[in-house]
């Protein structure tokens, strides 16, 4: 077993691996890269460069050539740590955009229902169930029809919530973190002042320890504080400031097992670690597919629904489904285009789509859901688990380097315990620092996500960073801490 191997086997035990005394250098970070069997990947995505990223035209856009949208020369490419808010372009989404404009521009209208035997595309009216079929692995579905793609996050949520949120007299909370992304927060309070509720009295907000962690036996607690009068629990798989992954399968036995209804917003899972959504018996979920799963900004989202809220039930001639907010597209193909005003829902998760899908948007989360087919969620996790474990130890090396003393530069407020986060670290800096860092990170090529006022949120993601990256990283991170 090679080092690689015996790091991935450690951190899924839960366990902190050893690293050399020489770990901090750039032939061990290669050794690492050498080793790493899904390095290949990497030249599947187009890394912008040094120079692109100071781009203020749209040069190089000539009629005829394919271009990256970077410069021609061998320009070195920067070191992007920002999968967690805008994946990388993969190559594969310019050559399904230009089969989708040919079939448009050949074929026109018959482009929903025909496509050309040459093209990487379904048939525009098939795209949207292709791509769920694509990314029912990915978040670990019983089967694609448990999948749908369509609109976007917060839409999403606000349409499964219309049909999971149906609060009573007795049985009306929301159970929350403390920190939601804020677009959930404006979610959960219009739907709550939508049924006429006050969200003072029907949000419950989990707060975090002093080191802004939310424990599980916290999480637990409130759930059995409020099991008589919640009607819901809606949390993150991973927290967006903090990078804590929750324990989804824990956490919604323990809730669902108490009457709540449970749902989950994956826009920082999907794509980064390990999901198995059908087995956990979540009631519903939501994603987007800009961020872990490359396909492009604003890309079209997902959504999960167990198989057993998706049923359509014809015994009795007509149609008997969970309430929804419904729309044409979620009519079944059969009867689709008859016109009928009786809605017949597609069983599983597609019943709920409302609207025809943007076929551009689909074509350009295809391209990016043909790089996953290539490998498994368990290869990208296991080499995510390294890759994140490396960037972890040259952290701590930098903080035992500082003089004795001094008030460390930063910490990470991500979980220490590699199986309750995914790729991204988040570092609060000391104050006064970010602007400094900020602008030194960005001087040398460095791509990573601030949050104001004090946090810097790492990402290597392993589809396209390597181990080199991150100890480049190091070395310009350092340099700006210390001034």
């Known amino acids: 077993m090679n080092d690689f191997a015996s790091k991935v086997k450690v951190l899924r035990d839960g366990q902190k691996p050893e690293f050399p005394p020489n770990a901090n250098t750039l032939e061990y970070a290669q050794s690492l890269d050498a080793q790493d069997q899904l390095s290949h990947f990497r030249d599947e995505f187009i890394i912008p460069t040094r120079a692109s990223l100071k781009k203020k035209a749209l040069d190089g856009i000539i009629p005829g050539i394919q271009t990256n949208g970077t410069t021609t020369d061998a320009d070195t490419p920067c070191i992007y740590f920002v999968g967690n808010s805008l994946g990388a372009q993969p190559k594969a989404v310019r050559r399904y955009l230009e089969a989708q404009l040919e079939t448009w521009a050949s074929i026109g209208v018959n482009g929903h229902f025909s496509s050309l035997s040459n093209s990487p595309l379904t048939p525009w009216q098939d795209m949207a169930a292709d791509c769920a079929a694509k990314s029912a692995a990915i978040v670990g579905a019983a089967d694609p029809s448990e999948v749908v793609i369509m609109n976007t996050l917060t839409v999403n949520l606000h349409f499964m919530l219309a049909s999971f949120y149906r609060p009573t007299d007795k049985r009306h909370k929301i159970i929350l973190e ?25 949000m419950v907000e989990m707060q975090p320890d002093e080191n802004l962690y939310l424990s599980p036996e916290k999480i637990l607690a409130t759930i059995d504080e409020h099991a008589e009068d919640a009607a819901l629990l809606l949390l993150p798989g991973i927290q967006y400031y903090t990078g804590q992954l929750f324990d989804i399968p824990r956490i919604t036995q323990y809730a669902q097992e108490r009457g709540i209804v449970v749902g989950w917003d994956l826009a920082h899972c999907a794509g980064n670690v390990e999901l198995q959504l ?19 900004p604003g890309s079209m989202a997902g959504a999960f629904v167990h198989e057993r809220h998706g049923k359509v039930d014809m015994s009795s001639g007509k149609p008997v489904f969970k309430p929804r907010l419904s729309g044409w597209y979620g009519a079944d193909k059969s009867v689709r285009f008859n016109m009928d005003k009786e809605f017949q829902p597609t069983p599983g998760a597609q019943g709920f789509q409302v609207s025809n899908p943007s076929a551009i948007d689909l074509t350009s989360l295809a391209a990016a859901l043909s790089v996953f087919n290539k490998t498994s969620m368990k290869e990208l996790r296991s080499k995510a688990l390294v890759l994140t474990a490396y960037t972890e130890h040259l952290l701590d090396e930098i903080v035992r380097r500082q003089p004795e003393g001094e008030e460390p530069a930063f910490k990470i407020i991500t979980p220490r315990d590699p199986l309750q986060r995914g790729t991204q670290l988040s570092l609060l800096l000391r104050d006064g620092l970010m602007d400094t860092v900020a602008a030194a990170l960005e001087a040398h090529g460095v791509v990573c996500d601030k949050r104001k006022p004090n946090v810097i949120r790492v990402a290597p993601v392993p589809m396209y960073c390597r181990f080199e990256d991150v100890w480049k990283f190091m070395e310009i991170f350092e340099a700006a801490i210390r001034g």
Do not use: M
């Not at 403390?178 to 009295?201: C, N, T, V």
């Not at 979920?285 to 799963?293: D, E, I, S």
């Open 178 to 202: 403390w920190r939601p992304f804020p677009s959930d927060w404006y979610a959960f309070q219009s739907q709550i002042e939508w049924h006429g509720l006050d969200p003072e009295k029907s």
């Open 278 to 296: 059908h087995d956990w018996n979540v009631d519903f979920a939501v994603w987007c597919t800009y961020k872990y799963l490359n396909g492009g």
